[in-house]
């Protein structure tokens, strides 16, 4: 569209009011234009394209070349990726993708160990979504944090990193996969870094329970991933099921060690709470 219309990537950043790394981020695919900054993009195009609306953004690139009069450009898979990860990989990526990406495709609530209220237990939300490039998605919002990224199903797991692009600060995290259902509850370990002045470094167990369905709208699927990090984020301790709270809180470490427990964080595939079907205490989250 920038090139149909002869508008430069600076040009557009400052019609819209943001900065020009923001548009490099649109344009890669890597962020999602917010609600509001759509809503200008739609407006500012509309200027020069009479009759082009929010609905045309759900038209699919073929439709959308086809208006603009360009040729549609080759695809790439999940821009940025093919950088790092191993070609054969993310060709597996894609396959599974493929056959169970929509398993996941959803909105999520996380349950998990709070580091900067101890004693407390954090909810951020998660949105997965399926990429017209055929990636998954990842995206984590809680207040005014927005992680964007991807997930990558592989060897039944998830391996999910997205940045925030703000604070230049990465969230990673490694989930037990579902096999041939329809996923509802899984659970693994994430990593990230606190708030505080020195950034310091933090994992913990982490659940994930599907709280929605996507709507196939974009634009409002993002507004209501962002209507849901405005939730308040903190539940005590005696707020969460005990089973949850055992699960993702245990003991670690030297003492645990030395009565039978783990030495380190790790969520073990045989006592994972991952599953497809309706969990009976979901509920109690």
Known sequence: ?????????????????????????????????SAHNL?????????????????????GLDVLAARFGVALPARRTAPGLGQ???????????????????SYEGFWRTT????????????????????PDGMLSFRLAIMDIRYAGWSLPLQNK??????????????????????????????????TVMRDAAGTPIASKCLLERIGDLSGNVVADDARLDDLSNSYPL???DAIAPHICEHLWPDTGPAAFAIGGETILMMHLAQSM???????????L
């Open 158 to 191: 998830l391996f999910s990193i997205a940045t925030d692009e703000t604070t230049g600060t990465f969230v990673f995290g490694i989930f037990n996969g579902v096999m041939r259902q329809r996923a509802e509850l899984v659970d693994g370990l994430i990593m």
């Open 84 to 102: 790092w990860v191993p070609a054969a990989m993310l060709q597996e990526t894609a396959a599974n993708v493929q056959l169970h990406g929509a």
């Open 1 to 33: 569209m920038l090139k149909a219309l002869s508008i430069s990537r600076g040009q557009l950043a400052a019609a819209v009011g943001v900065d020009k790394s923001l548009i490099s981020r649109w344009c890669s695919g890597s962020v999602t234009p």
């Open 235 to 237: 539940s005590p301790a």
């Open 112 to 131: 998990r160990p709070s580091s900067e209220a101890p004693g407390q237990f954090i909810h951020e939300h998660v949105m997965l979504r399926i990429t």
């Open 274 to 284: 991952s599953r497809g079907a309706a969990y009976e205490d979901r509920r109690t």
């Open 39 to 59: 809503a200008r993009l739609t407006q500012l195009i509309g200027d020069r394209h009479p009759g082009f609306s929010l609905l045309d953004w759900d038209s």
